[in-house]
Every structure is written in C-alpha cells, then in structure tokens.
C-alpha cells in the first residue's frame, strides 16, 4: 500500500512517500541489531533516560507543529491533537523518572540461597501501529523499549507517514543513537518477513482485530513474544441515580472523541431504564448542535473520519444494520461536499441477531441499549467479542465497584470515561487483545525477566 499523506478535511494529497525496499529494510534491521548488540542496549540505564528526557523536551518545543501535522494528516480536531502531544511528553517524563525504581532488582524468597529477579532486553521489537492517534501510539512504543534497550523497527500507517517521519526526526534529535528507532514504509509481507527473522525477538501492534489476528499469528508462528491492542465495544454505563446533564456531556465526549475512531471510545450506552427516556432526548439534541466541519477551527465539535474509505465503510455499516432491523434514531449520512465527514449517528433497537450487536462502529455512531437491572448490564457487557474498557456513571459508587468487578474488559472507568495516562496499564482481554502498554506493567511486557539464585554454601 502506498504511503500517501491526504488531508481528509478537503482531499488534498499532500506529500507521498516511497516505499522502502527490502534493501532498505534489511539495513534498518542490520543497524537495530548491532545497536542491541553494543553497550547502548547492554549498558546503563542512565544514558537512555538521558535521551528520553531530551525527547520530550523536543516534543515540547515543537508542540504547535506536530499538532498541526497530526490534524492536517488524519483530521482530528486541532484542540484534540495538542492534548495528544502534551500527553506523548508527559509519557517520556513517566519513564525518564521511574523506570529506575520500576527496574530494579526484585528479591525473591526461597529456601534454595539468595535469588532476584533482573529485567533486560530481549531484542529487536517490530511495531505496527495505527493511524488514529499517530503519535501517541508510538510513544507507547518507544518509551518503555528506548528505557530498556530494545531497537524498535515503526511500520506506521500508511496515511499517516508525514507523523512517522516526524517521530523518528525527533528521537534522532533527542541525541538516540541511529537504530534506536527506525521508521520503516514496510508493506505487509516485508513486516512478515522481519517477524521470521532470529534477529527479531518481539512484535506490538495497536490495530483492528484483523490486522492483530494475521500478525499475532506470525509472531506465534516464529515463537516471539508479542503484544496486541485491538479493537474494543465499550460500554457506557447509565445508572438511574446519575446526573443526566453531566453523564450526557460525558456521553458526548466519549462517543465523539477523535470522530468515533477510538478504540476505547464509549460504542454502546446501557441505561437503566428508568432515565433512557429522557438520556435519549437530551443526548440526541446534544448530537443535533454539534458543528462539523474544519478540524482547525476550535469551535467545531467534529471533524471528519480519516479518510473517504473508511467514511464510506462506516456508511455501509450502518445501512447493513438498519436492514438488519435497528432503528436509524438520528443522523447516519454522509455530509454532502469534500472531505470524509459522516454525521453523529444514534442507532436503537438492535437486537442479538443483527450483526451490528458484535460489530466494532470505529466512527461517530452510537448504539443505544435499555437495561432493567445490574444483572442485565453485566449480561450485555460481556456479551461482546471485545473487553477494551468501559465506563459507568452513578453517584453510588459502591455499586459502581460492584459493576467493575464483574465486567470482562480490560479497564473501568467509573464517573468519568476511559482514556489514558502514563501511569495506567492499558490493554483488553478477548479479541480486543493481550498484554499492557503504558504504567510500570507495559514497561516489563517486552523484557527478559531474568532469576538469578546464589545457592546456599
């Protein structure tokens, strides 16, 4: 696939890249591997957080450009991507100051001698990763892997290659070491090729489930460690003793974040039954006012989808489930003019048997649900193929725990919806994926956790 950087507020391409050739990618694996190899990756930890601490400097410096670029690229509003790259720099300083703490020797208690356990790298890391926050999801990656000393190799998306650029630029002017970070324009069979490879010892992806089946199943194929962030039907919990303005707003913000191309993004609002009423109208005039239109403009509360594609693709979904029986509440068109906008969409009445109910809606659509009781919230929550995260709203937060313990999902979030921070492991169970990024968790995913035991004399 070529890697084209399009403007989807207006259709414009902007710049294109070549792909690279399997020369190209072989010398970027040949420098990854010999950087493993030298005191860069086998060394201190000192110089590496040096360097991560530097890098968010840089991000700092340059705020303004790279929110820009990530709105020109993939649309998101202007004031969503500034809060993208203050959070990249708020990642690297989480590592630069408690990776020494998180990776300490461990003690470990046996009767056979004085044992610990020491955390090292474990290689080269392949990461193929997403479109929807383009630099936030690779910070993800590079943080904890530059701390350890893994090289990583970047497949980004292929319509986002101006923020793939700009990523590598800025770790190179941090002061890393060339082969710390490589941004690789890789087609699929040269990232199958590179997971094959013994110089390769672990894969990470944020993604569809598609794209996580075809490389986790490489990666197992090659017995490398892996791990897999993928898609996710959140639910957004409603409880009949919420305030409804707040839990609307809320509702708002969580559906409509980055045009609905979130994977932790509320899809599916349960509520209880004794306040869906009058949820539904204010939620639904909500949706009608808000502005779509130039994602640089501040006052517009939705920008396009990444791309026409994928603001055709969600057009057809929802179409196939209203045949399938759901109720078309609101929206569900595509906005006339260029560009990839699709408007807010409210879909009701979907029963089981549409295929709507296990689909991921990666766009700004809402599936709206009544429930009766706890029991019936926990049932339809874990009804799903996914297990992201999810948010429940209610002023009674022991029941609130209550709720959380008994959803199968990956997070909860309660009086507030899911999203992100440095310190927060992030990751899903079923088919939205395994393992953790971010927090002292993502840090040990992708590390050789190594005993070591002094036998008794």
């Not at 990756?41 to 705020?63: E, F, H, N």
């Not at 590179?194 to 110089?199: M, W």
């Not at 672990?202 to 996580?212: I, M, R």
């Not at 196939?320 to 595509?334: D, P, Q, S, W």
Request: proline share 5%; net charge negative; hydrophobic share 45%.
């Amino acid at each position: 696939m070529p890697y084209r950087s399009v403007n989807p507020a207006t259709g414009e391409v902007m710049k294109t890249f070549d792909n690279f050739t399997d020369k190209q990618i072989e010398s970027a694996l040949a420098g990854a591997f010999a950087l493993y190899q030298s005191d860069w990756s086998r060394g201190p930890m000192v110089r590496r957080l040096q360097v991560l601490s530097r890098l968010a400097d840089r991000i700092d410096d340059r705020a303004e450009e790279l929110a820009r670029t990530i709105t020109l690229e993939m649309g998101k509003r202007i004031g969503e991507a500034r809060r993208e790259v203050a959070i990249i720099a708020a990642i690297a300083r989480f590592y630069t100051e408690n990776s020494q703490s998180f990776l300490a020797p461990e003690p470990v208690k046996t009767a056979l001698g004085d044992a610990w356990v020491e955390h090292h790298p474990i290689g080269v890391v392949v990461a193929v990763e997403p479109w929807n926050f383009p630099l936030y999801q690779l910070m993800r990656v590079c943080a904890p892997n530059m701390v350890v000393g893994n090289p990583v190799l970047a497949k980004h998306a292929s319509i986002v290659p101006q923020c793939a650029a700009v990523f590598e630029e800025l770790v190179l002017a941090a002061g890393a070491p060339k082969g710390v970070w490589t941004n690789i324009f890789a087609s699929g069979e040269q990232v199958a090729a590179l997971i094959a490879d013994d110089r390769v010892q672990g894969v990470a992806l944020t993604g569809s489930e598609g794209a996580g089946s075809v490389v986790a199943s490489q990666a197992a194929k090659y017995l490398k460690k892996s791990v897999m962030e993928l898609g996710g039907a959140d639910v957004f919990v409603v409880l009949e003793d919420a305030d409804i303005d707040k839990a609307v707003e809320m509702g708002i913000e969580a559906r409509l974040r980055g045009a609905g191309q979130v994977c932790n993004g509320a899809k599916r609002f349960l509520l209880q039954e004794r306040i869906a009423k009058a949820f539904l109208e204010k939620f639904t005039d909500r949706v009608a006012s808000i502005k779509i239109g130039d994602p640089m403009d501040e006052s517009v509360g939705l920008g396009p989808l990444c791309s026409v594609p994928t603001r055709d693709d969600i057009a057809k979904q929802v179409e196939r489930a209203v045949e399938a029986g759901a109720t078309l509440h609101y929206g569900g068109k595509v906005v006339e003019g260029p560009g990839a906008f699709f408007e807010p969409t409210i879909l009701t009445g979907i029963t089981r048997e549409n295929p709507a109910y296990f689909e991921e809606f990666f766009g700004p659509v809402a599936q709206v649900y009544v429930v009766k009781d706890d029991d019936e919230i926990v049932r339809l929550a874990n009804d799903s193929h996914y297990g992201l995260s999810g948010a429940i709203i209610t002023k009674d937060v022991p029941r609130a725990k209550a709720l959380a313990s008994r959803i199968e999902t990956g997070s909860v979030w309660i009086n507030t919806s899911s999203f992100t921070a440095p310190e927060l492991p992030f990751g899903g169970v079923k088919r939205s994926g395994y393992g953790r990024e971010l927090s002292e968790y993502g840090l040990k995913e992708l590390v050789n956790q190594k005993l070591v035991l002094v036998a008794n004399g």
